[in-house]
């Protein structure tokens, strides 16, 4: 069936860097873009950018996109998400969740990886 | 940017008709999609393109959109249909992913 499963959780202090994976399976990897949402602590969800796959195209929310990086490696099917400069303000759920048949449509969703960002 | 609007609360007897505004300016020329989610699990898509259903989501789920306003309608409300609520679409404007900002289905 159809997964995403996401890499563990991760504490960092501000001004660090974090990466987080999304490995896919039971799809073709290369035909779906992947988008990025996050959730701080009892807030809702936030769109943080969007990676094709295919191309390597990508969609940044305005709030990171001088701080975001989104790579895709499709030996391994395999999205990543690099966030630099963190902040208190950046401590959330990250989840990784694959289109449907628009950009938008998120229909698989990964567990989820929580980061927390703390001195 | 794009602004979606809900309600932060709606609440429903079971065996009653929930209904979750989403509040957008000319929303209606917009493809919109809800999704469900409850305490510690991921977002699940319920409806999309206004008005699908994902295969999985029963029918009781569905979506309506014109002029301002999206509208989710939960039919026959359950118990386990206790979540939070958020809609969403695509800004063509400034090439974002936008999400309302949820709202809290509470069964009496």
Same mark, same amino acid.
Request: glycine fraction near 10%; aromatic fraction near 10%.
């Given at each position: 069936?159809?997964?995403?499963?996401?890499?563990?959780? @991760?504490?960092?202090?501000?001004?660090?860097?974090?990466?987080?994976?999304?490995?896919?399976?039971? !799809?073709?990897? *290369? =035909?779906?873009? *992947?988008?990025?949402?996050?959730?701080?602590?009892?807030?809702?969800? @936030?769109? /943080?950018?969007? *990676?094709?796959? !295919?191309?390597?195209?990508? !969609?940044?929310?305005?709030?990171?996109?001088?701080? *975001?990086?989104?790579?895709?490696?499709?030996?391994?099917?395999?999205?990543?998400?690099?966030?630099?400069?963190?902040?208190?303000?950046?401590?959330?759920?990250? !989840?990784?969740?694959? @289109? =449907?048949?628009? =950009? @938008? /449509?998120?229909?698989?969703?990964?567990?989820?990886? =929580?980061?927390? /960002?703390?001195? | 940017?794009?602004?979606?609007? +809900?309600?932060?609360?709606?609440?429903? $007897?079971?065996? +009653?008709? $929930?209904?979750?505004?989403? #509040?957008?300016? &000319?929303?209606?020329?917009?493809?919109?999609?809800?999704?469900? +989610?409850?305490? #510690?699990? %991921?977002?699940?898509?319920?409806?999309?393109? &206004?008005?699908?259903?994902?295969?999985?989501?029963?029918?009781?789920?569905?979506?309506?959109?014109?002029? &301002?306003? $999206?509208?989710?309608?939960?039919?026959?409300?359950? %118990?386990?249909?206790? $979540?939070?609520?958020?809609?969403?679409?695509?800004?063509?404007?400034?090439?974002?992913?936008?999400?309302? #900002? #949820?709202?809290?289905?509470?069964?009496?």
């Amino acid at each position: 069936q159809v997964q995403l499963v996401q890499s563990g959780p @991760e504490v960092k202090k501000p001004g660090a860097s974090v990466k987080v994976s999304c490995k896919a399976s039971g !799809y073709n990897f *290369i =035909l779906y873009g *992947i988008n990025w949402v996050r959730q701080a602590p009892g807030q809702g969800l @936030e769109w /943080v950018g969007w *990676i094709s796959p !295919y191309n390597g195209q990508t !969609y940044f929310a305005q709030n990171v996109q001088d701080r *975001i990086i989104l790579t895709t490696d499709t030996s391994t099917n395999t999205a990543f998400m690099e966030l630099t400069g963190l902040t208190s303000d950046d401590t959330a759920v990250y !989840y990784c969740a694959r @289109e =449907l048949d628009r =950009l @938008e /449509v998120l229909i698989v969703w990964g567990q989820g990886t =929580l980061v927390t /960002v703390s001195s | 940017s794009y602004v979606l609007t +809900q309600p932060p609360s709606v609440s429903v $007897a079971p065996g +009653q008709t $929930a209904r979750i505004t989403c #509040g957008g300016n &000319n929303i209606g020329i917009k493809s919109v999609h809800w999704y469900q +989610q409850k305490p #510690g699990q %991921a977002p699940l898509l319920v409806v999309y393109n &206004n008005n699908g259903r994902p295969s999985g989501i029963p029918e009781r789920f569905s979506g309506s959109n014109s002029g &301002n306003t $999206a509208t989710l309608t939960i039919s026959r409300v359950e %118990a386990g249909d206790e $979540a939070d609520y958020y809609c969403q679409v695509w800004d063509s404007t400034s090439d974002h992913v936008v999400f309302g #900002g #949820g709202t809290k289905l509470t069964v009496l």
